[in-house]
């Protein structure tokens, strides 16, 4: 998927490719779907969507995970490459992970944060 796709975007995208899962005779759940994401990883949070802290951004890729069936994030190379690559897997996909994992436990509920509007869509 691109970049510069708003993850309440991705809600139609899911449905089609459902159908199309669907249509071929495969289950939509055993499809990996793949989201480039790009953005900066900060040291405290600012309230903006993938240019946020370690939690933040955790939450809003447990939230797409979650809504969207979104299975694998790539970050795409910005500034400071290896800083922000090593900060994403080592605390953000691990935490993303727990998120997801404890989201999945509880049934599906999940806390709501204020700025996850902007993620809003249909549930998967």
Same mark, same amino acid.
């Given at each position: 998927?691109?970049?510069?796709?708003?993850p309440v975007?991705?809600?139609?995208?899911?449905?089609?490719?459902d159908?199309?899962?669907?249509g071929?005779?495969?289950?939509?759940?055993s499809?990996?779907?793949?989201?480039n994401?790009s953005g900066?990883?900060?040291?405290?949070p600012?309230?903006?969507?993938?240019?946020?802290?370690?939690?933040?951004?955790?939450?809003?890729?447990a939230?797409?995970?979650l809504?969207?069936?979104?299975?694998?994030f790539v #970050?795409?190379?910005?500034?400071? +490459? %290896? $800083?922000?690559l090593r900060?994403?897997?080592?605390?953000?996909? *691990? #935490?993303?992970?727990d998120?997801? +994992? %404890? $989201?999945?436990?509880t049934?599906?509920r999940?806390?709501?944060? *204020?700025?996850?509007?902007?993620?809003?869509?249909?549930?998967?």
């Amino acid at each position: 998927m691109f970049p510069d796709l708003q993850p309440v975007q991705l809600a139609p995208i899911s449905a089609r490719v459902d159908e199309a899962a669907r249509g071929a005779g495969r289950d939509p759940a055993s499809i990996r779907r793949i989201w480039n994401i790009s953005g900066t990883i900060t040291p405290r949070p600012t309230g903006r969507l993938f240019n946020d802290c370690v939690e933040s951004w955790a939450q809003s890729l447990a939230d797409v995970s979650l809504r969207h069936g979104i299975d694998t994030f790539v #970050l795409i190379e910005g500034e400071d +490459a %290896e $800083a922000q690559l090593r900060t994403f897997a080592l605390e953000v996909a *691990p #935490l993303t992970r727990d998120l997801v +994992a %404890e $989201a999945r436990w509880t049934g599906g509920r999940q806390r709501q944060e *204020p700025d996850q509007a902007a993620l809003s869509g249909p549930r998967r």
